[in-house]
């Protein structure tokens, strides 16, 4: 059985740096939230955002109870996030593209990132938590991730969907397909000539 102090750290680790990636999202989404006009796509980042919550939640919980330290470690993370709140990436986002449809695109394609990102941190945590017998915590990761992956399926069909619109609002109708080549000439078909009789042949003289 492994050691409980190696077994602590690395699960306690594995937790915090994932809730780390879930309070910088929480920053994003509110940003993201205010740059958005579309409507279905609004109202799937409010949603999305209560579920970043509710995992920032479950993982503080879950710290607590795997780690002796836990905490003071939430403690110290929670530091962490506010001096990254103050140089967010959410607000330098607004600066993105040339229209209101690109922002959300740019947007769109960086969330599409992370709910990766996210997938790849809570299938790592569902394994390692499975490898160490903790059963609550890899439960807690399948679920985590199960949020995840509906986002990001989500996204993949929202990006077309925007990068569409993008090119209506930016692109003049006339540049938005190139002209089509002119078509070649047909060259003019040769006049038909006569065929050529050929010489009849000498008759053969009949014996008689």
């Not at 750290?9 to 205010?34: D, F, N, P, R, S």
């Not at 769109?108 to 160490?132: G, M, N, P, R, S």
Request: a positive charge; aromatic letters at 2%.
């Amino acid at each position: 059985m492994a050691d409980p102090t190696l077994r602590e750290a690395k699960l306690t680790q594995y937790l915090v740096e994932a809730l780390g990636k879930e309070k910088e999202l929480e920053v994003a989404l509110a940003a993201h939230i205010e740059m958005t006009t579309r409507p279905p796509y609004k109202k799937r980042l409010r949603e999305h955002l209560k579920e970043t919550k509710s995992h920032s939640k479950q993982l503080e919980r879950r710290i607590k109870k795997v780690s002796s330290n836990g905490t003071a470690l939430i403690a110290k993370g929670a530091a962490q996030v506010n001096r990254l709140i103050a140089t967010a990436k959410g607000p330098l986002h607004a600066l993105r593209g040339n229209s209101e449809t690109e922002k959300m695109l740019k947007n769109a394609k960086t969330e599409y990132f992370t709910e990766h990102e996210e997938i790849a941190t809570y299938t790592a945590i569902e394994v390692l938590a499975d490898q160490l017998g903790d059963k609550e915590t890899a439960k807690m990761a399948r679920s985590i991730r199960r949020d995840e992956e509906r986002m990001a399926s989500f996204l993949e069909k929202q990006i077309p969907i925007l990068t569409r619109q993008m090119v209506k609002e930016d692109i003049p109708a006339a540049d938005r397909k190139p002209a089509k080549p002119a078509a070649k000439r047909k060259p003019a078909a040769k006049p038909r000539t006569a065929a050529k009789r050929k010489p009849a042949g000498k008759k053969k003289a009949s014996k008689k």
